[in-house]
């Protein structure tokens, strides 16, 4: 089965600086999707960024963007200029074609002025 | 983006009573729904995949006599929480495909924070 793990609990950034939050997943298929949502107070699930798994370039959205390491399985998320707006819990996840997203356990960051 | 609206917000209902969760697609068929259930601070945990016209798959441990869902329509799924007991209190969030998109992003409804009292 697959998995997610998200070994960092909480994180904290200063405005302005840059924080990156750790995500490792275990499949042994070859073509799948990564995902990272922010969840905010208000509980609405935002989708911040995703990845194909064939793609070899790394997404890009603005002040977020992702070092995919598909031979270690990793999937870590970058946060540049961080803004207090950034502070939530962020939830890394994959998925298959057709199939449910399977979430880690969430990363609370929390962003300081 | 697509939307998903989820209702009620929030709901209180007292033990032994059934509660309904709607969630709709408002701007696109949604064929498959999923319904995730999240305790304070932890993780989205999938309960079951809704599939319209079909009967749902539910994840193991998920009590599908406890937690009926209903898939009648493109833009409609249902889950009712019969007979609720205090441990059922929790967030539900229900979650759909625009498959029109090319089967990439999943979107969110704000979620129903059910107390049993």
Not at chain 1, 31 to 54: G, N, T
Not at chain 1, 72 to 86: H, N, R, T, V
Not at chain 2, 2 to 21: D, E, L, M, R
Request: net charge neutral; aromatic share 12%; hydrophobic share 35%.
């Amino acid at each position: 089965a697959q998995t997610v793990t998200q070994s960092q609990p909480e994180m904290s950034v200063q405005e302005a600086e840059t924080v990156t939050l750790s995500c490792t997943y275990d499949t042994s298929e070859s073509d799948y999707y990564l995902f990272w949502y922010k969840q905010p107070p208000s509980r609405q699930m935002i989708l911040v960024i995703r990845q194909e798994a064939y793609k070899q370039q790394n997404a890009t959205e603005n002040r977020f963007s992702v070092n995919f390491q598909k031979a270690a399985k990793s999937f870590s998320l970058k946060i540049s200029d961080s803004q207090l707006g950034d502070a939530a819990m962020y939830f890394c996840a994959y998925r298959q074609a057709g199939t449910a997203l399977i979430f880690g356990k969430g990363t609370t960051l929390s962003v300081s002025s | 983006g697509a939307v998903v609206s989820q209702h009620p917000s929030w709901v209180i209902c007292k033990s032994g009573t059934s509660v309904k969760i709607e969630c709709r697609s408002l701007d696109f068929q949604a064929t498959t729904m999923f319904w995730y259930r999240q305790f304070p601070k932890q993780s989205l945990m999938l309960m079951a995949t809704s599939n319209e016209g079909s009967k749902a798959t539910y994840e193991q441990g998920v009590e599908k006599d406890k937690f009926l869902i209903n898939h009648a329509s493109l833009t409609l799924s249902t889950l009712t929480v019969t007979s609720a007991h205090p441990e059922d209190s929790s967030f539900y969030i229900c979650s759909a495909r625009d498959w029109g998109l090319g089967n990439t992003e999943a979107f969110f409804g704000q979620g129903t924070r059910l107390t049993v009292v």
